[in-house]
Protein backbone atom coordinates (compact mmCIF):
# COMPACT_ATOMS: atom_id res chain seq x y z
CA UNK A 1 0.00 0.00 0.00
CA UNK A 2 1.35 3.26 -1.04
CA UNK A 3 -0.61 5.85 0.12
CA UNK A 4 -0.38 7.60 3.17
CA UNK A 5 -2.64 8.97 5.57
CA UNK A 6 -1.49 12.50 6.85
CA UNK A 7 0.75 12.60 9.43
CA UNK A 8 2.47 9.67 10.01
CA UNK A 9 0.27 7.17 10.71
CA UNK A 10 0.60 4.19 8.11
CA UNK A 11 -2.42 4.11 6.37
CA UNK A 12 -4.46 0.50 6.52
CA UNK A 13 -6.01 0.03 3.29
CA UNK A 14 -9.26 -0.52 4.34
CA UNK A 15 -9.72 2.30 6.63
CA UNK A 16 -8.78 5.04 4.18
CA UNK A 17 -11.43 3.40 1.66
CA UNK A 18 -13.96 4.35 4.13
CA UNK A 19 -13.07 7.34 4.87
CA UNK A 20 -12.92 8.46 1.12
CA UNK A 21 -16.44 7.04 0.73
CA UNK A 22 -17.40 9.26 3.94
CA UNK A 23 -15.51 12.46 2.29
CA UNK A 24 -13.33 12.35 5.56
CA UNK A 25 -10.21 12.46 3.06
CA UNK A 26 -8.31 16.19 2.86
CA UNK A 27 -8.03 17.04 -1.18
CA UNK A 28 -4.06 15.45 -0.70
CA UNK A 29 -5.35 12.65 0.37
CA UNK A 30 -8.34 12.44 -1.64
CA UNK A 31 -6.19 12.98 -4.64
CA UNK A 32 -3.48 10.15 -3.51
CA UNK A 33 -6.01 7.95 -3.05
CA UNK A 34 -8.08 8.63 -6.09
CA UNK A 35 -4.45 7.90 -7.93
CA UNK A 36 -4.07 4.26 -5.96
CA UNK A 37 -7.79 3.54 -6.70
CA UNK A 38 -7.12 3.95 -10.75
CA UNK A 39 -4.51 0.80 -10.63
CA UNK A 40 -6.02 -1.22 -8.01
CA UNK A 41 -9.14 -3.28 -8.47
CA UNK A 42 -9.08 -4.57 -4.56
CA UNK A 43 -9.32 -1.21 -3.22
CA UNK A 44 -11.95 -0.84 -6.30
CA UNK A 45 -13.80 -3.61 -4.67
CA UNK A 46 -13.45 -2.27 -1.03
CA UNK A 47 -14.58 1.10 -1.72
CA UNK A 48 -17.65 -0.74 -3.66
CA UNK A 49 -18.41 -2.83 -0.26
CA UNK A 50 -18.09 0.25 1.86
CA UNK A 51 -20.58 2.13 -0.09
CA UNK A 52 -23.12 -0.47 -0.31
CA UNK A 53 -22.88 -0.51 3.88
CA UNK A 54 -22.85 3.09 4.31
CA UNK A 55 -25.50 3.37 1.46
CA UNK A 56 -27.96 1.63 4.29
CA UNK A 57 -27.95 4.29 6.61
CA UNK A 58 -30.44 5.46 4.29
CA UNK A 59 -32.88 2.40 5.09
CA UNK A 60 -34.13 4.70 8.28
CA UNK A 61 -34.93 7.63 6.35
CA UNK A 62 -38.66 8.51 5.97
CA UNK A 63 -39.53 8.24 2.20
CA UNK A 64 -40.27 12.09 0.80
CA UNK A 65 -42.09 12.52 -2.37
CA UNK A 66 -40.54 15.27 -4.27
CA UNK A 67 -43.03 17.90 -6.29
CA UNK A 68 -44.60 16.67 -9.21
CA UNK A 69 -42.69 19.16 -11.68
CA UNK A 70 -39.22 17.82 -10.79
CA UNK A 71 -40.22 14.87 -12.63
CA UNK A 72 -41.36 17.14 -15.55
CA UNK A 73 -38.09 19.12 -15.50
CA UNK A 74 -36.37 15.87 -15.46
CA UNK A 75 -38.21 14.54 -18.64
CA UNK A 76 -38.11 17.75 -20.36
CA UNK A 77 -33.68 17.98 -19.79
CA UNK A 78 -33.69 14.05 -20.73
CA UNK A 79 -35.52 13.81 -23.87
CA UNK A 80 -35.99 17.77 -24.41
CA UNK A 81 -33.51 17.17 -27.52
CA UNK A 82 -35.41 14.85 -29.38
CA UNK A 83 -39.08 15.79 -28.32
CA UNK A 84 -41.94 14.91 -31.11
CA UNK A 85 -42.31 17.01 -33.93
CA UNK A 86 -45.35 18.27 -35.13
CA UNK A 87 -47.30 16.14 -38.18
CA UNK A 88 -46.58 18.62 -40.77
CA UNK A 89 -42.87 18.28 -40.16
CA UNK A 90 -42.60 14.41 -40.18
CA UNK A 91 -44.86 14.48 -43.71
CA UNK A 92 -43.41 16.95 -45.41
CA UNK A 93 -40.75 15.51 -47.03
CA UNK A 94 -42.72 12.50 -48.23
CA UNK A 95 -45.30 15.41 -49.38
CA UNK A 96 -42.25 17.39 -51.83
CA UNK A 97 -41.46 14.08 -52.96
CA UNK A 98 -44.75 13.61 -54.38
CA UNK A 99 -45.49 16.80 -55.55
CA UNK A 100 -42.23 16.56 -57.73
CA UNK A 101 -42.88 13.16 -58.94
CA UNK A 102 -46.53 14.24 -60.41
CA UNK A 103 -44.53 17.38 -61.79
CA UNK A 104 -42.09 14.75 -63.51
CA UNK A 105 -45.30 12.84 -64.96
CA UNK A 106 -47.06 15.98 -66.15
CA UNK A 107 -43.69 17.15 -67.53
CA UNK A 108 -42.97 14.12 -69.22
CA UNK A 109 -46.37 13.43 -71.50
CA UNK A 110 -47.50 17.63 -71.94
CA UNK A 111 -43.70 17.54 -73.27
CA UNK A 112 -44.39 14.34 -75.04
CA UNK A 113 -41.24 13.00 -73.55
CA UNK A 114 -42.15 9.38 -73.51
CA UNK A 115 -42.95 9.10 -77.20
CA UNK A 116 -41.23 6.05 -78.33
CA UNK A 117 -40.18 5.71 -81.66
CA UNK A 118 -42.34 3.78 -84.27
CA UNK A 119 -40.92 0.34 -84.42
CA UNK A 120 -40.43 -0.64 -87.93
CA UNK B 1 -39.60 0.04 -3.33
CA UNK B 2 -38.95 -2.73 -5.78
CA UNK B 3 -36.95 -6.04 -5.03
CA UNK B 4 -33.38 -5.75 -6.33
CA UNK B 5 -34.10 -8.21 -8.92
CA UNK B 6 -37.01 -5.91 -10.06
CA UNK B 7 -34.48 -3.31 -10.05
CA UNK B 8 -32.19 -4.67 -11.62
CA UNK B 9 -34.06 -5.14 -14.78
CA UNK B 10 -35.15 -1.92 -14.61
CA UNK B 11 -31.79 -0.50 -15.00
CA UNK B 12 -31.35 -2.73 -17.80
CA UNK B 13 -34.11 -1.33 -19.48
CA UNK B 14 -32.89 2.22 -18.67
CA UNK B 15 -29.77 1.62 -19.94
CA UNK B 16 -31.47 0.87 -23.66
CA UNK B 17 -33.25 4.08 -23.33
CA UNK B 18 -36.52 3.33 -22.64
CA UNK B 19 -38.38 5.89 -21.20
CA UNK B 20 -40.74 4.05 -19.60
CA UNK B 21 -38.84 2.00 -17.29
CA UNK B 22 -37.24 5.19 -16.86
CA UNK B 23 -40.63 6.80 -15.58
CA UNK B 24 -41.23 3.54 -13.31
CA UNK B 25 -37.44 4.07 -11.48
CA UNK B 26 -38.19 7.56 -10.73
CA UNK B 27 -41.78 6.59 -9.48
CA UNK B 28 -39.83 3.74 -7.07
CA UNK B 29 -36.76 5.33 -6.65
CA UNK B 30 -37.37 9.61 -6.12
CA UNK B 31 -39.01 9.87 -2.36
CA UNK B 32 -36.27 7.93 -1.07
CA UNK B 33 -33.31 9.65 -3.09
CA UNK B 34 -35.27 13.31 -2.24
CA UNK B 35 -35.33 11.91 1.59
CA UNK B 36 -31.60 11.27 1.42
CA UNK B 37 -30.71 14.49 -0.73
CA UNK B 38 -32.64 16.78 2.10
CA UNK B 39 -30.14 15.57 4.86
CA UNK B 40 -27.44 17.04 3.59
CA UNK B 41 -29.11 19.80 1.85
CA UNK B 42 -31.49 22.55 3.93
CA UNK B 43 -33.85 23.41 0.65
CA UNK B 44 -35.75 21.55 -1.06
CA UNK B 45 -35.34 23.74 -4.37
CA UNK B 46 -31.50 22.43 -3.42
CA UNK B 47 -32.70 18.85 -2.69
CA UNK B 48 -34.26 19.29 -6.51
CA UNK B 49 -31.22 20.21 -8.60
CA UNK B 50 -29.42 17.49 -6.72
CA UNK B 51 -31.74 14.95 -8.04
CA UNK B 52 -32.02 16.35 -11.69
CA UNK B 53 -28.93 15.99 -11.76
CA UNK B 54 -28.30 12.39 -10.50
CA UNK B 55 -31.64 11.30 -12.67
CA UNK B 56 -30.11 12.70 -15.51
CA UNK B 57 -26.32 10.74 -15.10
CA UNK B 58 -28.57 7.79 -14.26
CA UNK B 59 -30.08 8.19 -17.99
CA UNK B 60 -27.13 8.83 -19.57
CA UNK B 61 -25.45 6.07 -17.84
CA UNK B 62 -27.52 3.39 -16.64
CA UNK B 63 -25.03 0.73 -17.32
CA UNK B 64 -22.59 2.04 -15.05
CA UNK B 65 -23.61 0.38 -11.70
CA UNK B 66 -22.51 -2.80 -12.83
CA UNK B 67 -18.75 -1.57 -13.33
CA UNK B 68 -18.76 0.10 -9.90
CA UNK B 69 -19.93 -3.18 -8.42
CA UNK B 70 -22.93 -1.95 -6.44
CA UNK B 71 -26.75 -2.92 -6.48
CA UNK B 72 -28.64 -0.40 -8.31
CA UNK B 73 -30.94 1.26 -5.03
CA UNK B 74 -26.79 1.30 -3.60
CA UNK B 75 -25.37 2.69 -6.36
CA UNK B 76 -28.51 5.39 -6.71
CA UNK B 77 -27.96 6.61 -2.90
CA UNK B 78 -24.59 6.96 -3.60
CA UNK B 79 -24.86 9.29 -5.94
CA UNK B 80 -27.06 11.00 -4.64
CA UNK B 81 -25.36 11.34 -1.17
CA UNK B 82 -22.42 12.15 -3.07
CA UNK B 83 -24.06 14.83 -5.16
CA UNK B 84 -25.43 16.59 -2.34
CA UNK B 85 -22.30 16.42 -0.17
CA UNK B 86 -20.40 18.02 -3.35
CA UNK B 87 -23.54 20.62 -3.78
CA UNK B 88 -23.40 21.54 -0.19
CA UNK B 89 -19.81 22.21 -0.16
CA UNK B 90 -19.44 24.29 -3.20
CA UNK B 91 -22.63 26.47 -1.30
CA UNK B 92 -20.76 27.01 1.88
CA UNK B 93 -17.75 27.98 0.15
CA UNK B 94 -19.70 30.92 -1.88
CA UNK B 95 -22.20 31.48 1.12
CA UNK B 96 -23.25 30.76 4.92
CA UNK B 97 -22.38 27.99 6.65
CA UNK B 98 -25.70 25.87 6.76
CA UNK B 99 -25.93 24.49 10.04
CA UNK B 100 -25.82 20.28 10.40
CA UNK B 101 -29.29 19.06 11.62
CA UNK B 102 -29.75 17.98 15.01
CA UNK B 103 -28.96 13.88 14.87
CA UNK B 104 -30.29 12.11 17.80
CA UNK B 105 -27.88 8.92 18.87
CA UNK B 106 -27.84 5.93 16.27
CA UNK B 107 -30.92 4.28 17.17
CA UNK B 108 -30.02 0.49 16.77
CA UNK B 109 -33.23 -0.76 15.65
CA UNK B 110 -33.91 2.02 14.45
CA UNK B 111 -34.08 0.52 10.81
CA UNK B 112 -35.89 -2.75 11.31
CA UNK B 113 -39.37 -1.36 9.79
CA UNK B 114 -39.61 -3.15 6.53
CA UNK B 115 -37.55 -5.58 4.82
CA UNK B 116 -33.24 -5.20 5.35
CA UNK B 117 -31.06 -6.81 3.01
CA UNK B 118 -28.59 -9.18 4.63
CA UNK B 119 -26.00 -6.47 3.99
CA UNK B 120 -27.67 -3.89 5.80
CA UNK B 121 -28.80 -6.13 9.20
CA UNK B 122 -24.52 -7.07 8.87
CA UNK B 123 -23.92 -3.86 9.32
CA UNK B 124 -26.26 -2.64 11.83
CA UNK B 125 -25.23 -5.81 14.16
CA UNK B 126 -21.74 -4.52 13.50
CA UNK B 127 -22.20 -0.97 14.25
CA UNK B 128 -23.42 -1.59 17.30
CA UNK B 129 -20.20 -3.45 18.65
CA UNK B 130 -18.34 0.27 18.26
CA UNK B 131 -17.60 1.81 21.56
CA UNK B 132 -18.72 5.31 22.89
CA UNK B 133 -20.93 7.44 19.81
CA UNK B 134 -18.57 6.40 16.80
CA UNK B 135 -21.71 4.50 15.19
CA UNK B 136 -23.67 7.82 15.16
CA UNK B 137 -20.19 9.75 14.16
CA UNK B 138 -20.83 7.54 10.84
CA UNK B 139 -24.03 8.21 10.23
CA UNK B 140 -23.52 11.50 10.72
CA UNK B 141 -20.52 11.73 7.99
CA UNK B 142 -22.32 9.69 5.56
CA UNK B 143 -25.80 11.24 5.62
CA UNK B 144 -25.25 14.78 6.70
CA UNK B 145 -21.23 14.43 5.10
CA UNK B 146 -19.96 16.28 8.13
CA UNK B 147 -16.13 16.27 8.26
CA UNK B 148 -13.99 15.62 11.50
CA UNK B 149 -14.17 19.00 12.69
CA UNK B 150 -17.89 19.06 12.42
CA UNK B 151 -17.85 15.59 14.42
CA UNK B 152 -15.33 16.71 16.58
CA UNK B 153 -17.34 20.01 17.60
CA UNK B 154 -19.93 18.46 20.14
CA UNK B 155 -17.43 16.03 21.24
CA UNK B 156 -15.54 18.83 22.81
CA UNK B 157 -12.23 16.66 21.48
CA UNK B 158 -9.77 17.42 19.03
CA UNK B 159 -10.54 16.87 15.25
CA UNK B 160 -7.47 14.51 14.80
CA UNK B 161 -8.01 12.38 18.09
CA UNK B 162 -11.85 11.31 16.57
CA UNK B 163 -9.77 10.68 13.53
CA UNK B 164 -7.53 8.63 14.85
CA UNK B 165 -10.66 6.74 17.25
CA UNK B 166 -12.67 6.27 14.19
CA UNK B 167 -9.86 4.66 12.00
CA UNK B 168 -9.39 2.05 14.71
CA UNK B 169 -13.50 1.61 15.27
CA UNK B 170 -13.36 1.06 11.22
CA UNK B 171 -10.99 -0.94 11.48
CA UNK B 172 -13.20 -2.79 14.06
CA UNK B 173 -15.53 -2.59 11.56
CA UNK B 174 -13.94 -4.14 8.60
CA UNK B 175 -13.24 -6.77 10.52
CA UNK B 176 -16.48 -7.51 11.79
CA UNK B 177 -17.79 -7.36 8.43
CA UNK B 178 -15.85 -10.16 6.87
CA UNK B 179 -12.79 -8.39 5.16
Known amino acids: MT ?22 LDE ?59 LWQILWPYAAGAVLASACTFAAFYFDLLTFAPTP | MVLEDDMDRLMSRVAMADRQAFAKLYTHTAPALFAVALQVLKTDAEAEEVLQEVYLRVWQRAGQYRGDGLAPMAWLISLTRDAAVDKRRTDTHSGGHPPLPDEGAFEQDAGLRGAQSEAALRFRQCLSKLPGDHATALRRAYLHGAGYAALAEPTGRAAGDLRNGLGQSLKQLKVCLGG
Open chain 1, 3 to 24: VQRGGNTPDVKGTMAAEYVLGL
Open chain 1, 28 to 86: AERAAFEAQLRVDADLEQDVAAWRTYFATFADDLEEIPPPPQLWRRIEAAAFGGEKRKP
